[in-house]
């Protein structure tokens, strides 16, 4: 018996699986569970993807669904990892809470690097891995260095073809192949989800402004997230648009509405604020918005790549400053947005959806900041870095590298090239060494 096992976190999650199921990504199993994982801060207090309007659309690709919170209760998802010398005693656990008995597990998980999926990698082993990507994240490297015992397992990365021809970093330090899960097939599983919002407000070709939370995330503090909310509105209603639709992040506070109400008034805009949780997908579906703005999120990509929107993108340059430390996980979705879409201000490049760069040149680009951000996990790109920096680093694209990262790893860009030799020079960096380590015992 084989039992493959799907974990999810959201209700795109689920649709990316759903998809990937009936597109024969994942070759037949006599039982398929559906695992879902409650992420959020307070999980007793936000409904998980099962909970989710359209959910029970999606249910009968899967045998079982179980919640993964409930067999690790009180521990959270997120937060939790089973001791080393736990495993056996927690996959004896979870085979007798599941029912797996002695069947052979498949497993299909998200971000593999953090928890929860690398605990279930850990607790199965052996058991082959596929890894699914539904976002941006996809394009960057891995955040962190994986075990070969957990990275090895893994026989591919399904991902949405959200930058057509672009390829995945993501796990590329095991050779694990990229899968493009069939757009078409995501795009019909995304129409059975379509009537779960029959609630929603009826506004035909609105701008819709997406919102993030990312202030949640440390980014941005939370004036400067509503601050970016009402530069979205300001713009979307200089470029005409009088019908504006707001789906705020659900966690979101409830005054970034009133902030955008009181300036949708004064602006003489006809302002929406939705409380339905809902995927923007669905909105792109019923409302079919004359305009998509975000900063850097998903489903800018999905409105454009997929429907075939107008989107325009706000903040992006912010981000690219304050992101830190350089290896944070989000650069490579902010760095692709913001190469690749319309900047809100610029209403020439929004009208016409002018693109930044073309495929070839954006690959070029997000291997080289992948390789700034990783280099221990991505050695092999050093080459191709320099040579891409040396050709490449002008006015345009240094805002996607930092002078400080890359002097610190000796790449072009990061001194003047006649001191170029100092990061490589054994001596100087002894030198260097030694004079810090006398200034901290003088200030002593």
Known sequence: MTTQIFQASTLYGAATLAAALDSGC??????????????????????????MPGFERLRDRFDDVVSYNEAIFPFHPGGWAPRADDLPLWERYLRHEWRLADDAVELAVESIQVNPSLSLAQIF????????????????????????????????VLHLDLVPGLEPLLLTEFGVPGEVVPTAAFTKVLATLAPAGDDLPAVEEPALLLGQYLSALDILSAEQEEDLHVRMLRGAAGLGHTKVVFKPHPSAPARWARSLEETAEKLGV???????????????????????????????????????????????????????????????????????????GE????????????????????????????????PRLRAETEA???????????????????????????????????????????????????????RR
Do not use: H, W
Not at 129 to 156: E, Q
Not at 388 to 409: G, M
Not at 423 to 431: G, I
């Open 26 to 51: 994942f070759r037949p199993a006599d039982r398929r569970i559906l695992l879902v994982c409650n992420n959020a801060a307070t999980p007793e207090t936000t409904p998980g993807p099962d909970a």
């Open 125 to 156: 082993t052996g058991a082959p891995v596929t890894v699914y990507a539904d976002g941006l994240m996809s394009y960057g490297p891995t955040r962190n260095k994986i075990d070969p015992l957990v990275g090895t397992r893994v026989d591919r």
């Open 270 to 344: 006809e302002l929406t604020v939705l409380d339905t949780p809902v995927l923007a997908e669905v909105l792109y579906q019923r409302m079919r918005p004359a305009l998509v703005v975000g900063c850097f999120s998903t489903a800018l990509l999905t409105a454009s790549a997929l429907y075939g929107l107008p989107v325009a993108r706000v903040g992006t340059d912010l981000l690219l400053e304050r992101l830190t430390p350089f290896e944070n996980s989000n650069r490579v979705p902010v760095t692709v947005v913001d190469a690749l879409l319309p900047d809100l």
């Open 347 to 378: 209403a020439a490049a929004v009208t016409e959806q002018r693109t930044g760069m073309d495929v070839e040149s954006l690959g070029a680009l997000v291997r080289a900041v992948g390789f700034a951000m990783q280099p221990k996990i991505l």
């Open 388 to 442: 891409y920096l040396t050709k490449n680093l002008d006015e345009r694209t240094v805002r996607y590298f930092k002078r400080k990262r890359l002097t610190s790893l000796a790449l072009p860009g990061g001194v003047p090239a006649q001191l170029s030799f100092i990061p490589r020079n054994a001596t100087v960096r002894r030198v260097a060494r030694k004079a810090r380590s006398l200034r901290r015992v003088v």
